[in-house]
């Protein structure tokens, strides 16, 4: 009577217990027949199926378990990109509708905002860690945010000194009497590499 089509489904038996899942308000019977179309194909193939769960809920549980396995510094990265970014572009759509459309929209949100491309890169691959889990526990059949575009950050031209820049810097180093000259020579003069040169351990004269 109210021109809204509604499906009824037995699901398989849990603990033993049949459990009839129904749903309505579809507009129109293909609609509803799709849907139920979709909840048949993830029991066939063993997926759980949980239409109800938002993402907020999911990726509340997903970062309560991965305070369990992280460092403290991992945990509070991902929560500050849920907390800040995630949670309230994303959160209100269900986790099992989520689409690939869904992540590219907020990217694109997101650079519209003035948001760096490497903090944007690391909130789509903080989603996409929490999907991997929902994929591997036969959540969902596939990873949205896994094939999101992100543009590249562009490279920064470097700039090499000349032989006379060179020298110009190291006289005015020492006329300054900067601790650092030696230091600042040694580099200039091997062209060692920083990490390397910065990795290394002194003590008491000797070099480990």
């Known amino acids: 009577s109210h021109g809204r089509w509604t ?5 398989v038996p849990v603990d ?4 009839t899942r129904r749903r309505g308000g579809f507009a129109t019977k293909h609609e509803a027949q799709a849907a139920l179309a979709k909840v048949l194909e ?7 199926v949980d239409d109800r769960q938002t993402m907020t809920e999911y990726l509340t549980e997903w970062m309560y378990t991965k305070t369990l396995t992280l460092k403290p510094t991992t945990v509070a990265s991902y929560q500050r990109y849920l ?16 689409t690939h459309g869904h ?30 889990d929902a994929v591997r526990q036969r959540r969902l059949p596939y990873n949205a945010a896994r094939y999101a575009t992100i543009p590249r950050p562009p490279k920064r031209e470097r700039m090499c000194w000349t032989p006379d820049q060179a020298a110009r810097f190291l006289r005015h180093c ?22 390397i040169l ?9 070099r480990r």
């Not at 499906?7 to 699901?11: E, F, K, Q, S, T």
């Open 198 to 206: 910065f990795g290394r351990t002194w003590w008491k004269g000797a």
């Open 83 to 98: 907390d800040q970014d995630l949670l309230p572009n994303l959160g209100h759509i269900r986790l099992e509708a989520l």
């Open 103 to 132: 992540v590219m929209h907020f990217v694109h949100d997101q650079l519209a905002a003035g948001r760096g491309l490497t903090t944007i890169r690391r909130c789509v691959a903080t989603l996409s860690s929490a999907l991997n």
């Open 16 to 19: 033993r217990k049949r459990k």
């Open 7 to 11: 499906y009824a489904v037995d699901l």
């Open 174 to 195: 020492a006329d300054r009497d900067d601790p650092l000259t030696n230091l600042f020579e040694l580099i200039i003069g091997t062209g060692i590499l920083l990490g």
């Open 42 to 48: 993830y029991e066939r193939t063993g997926l759980t």
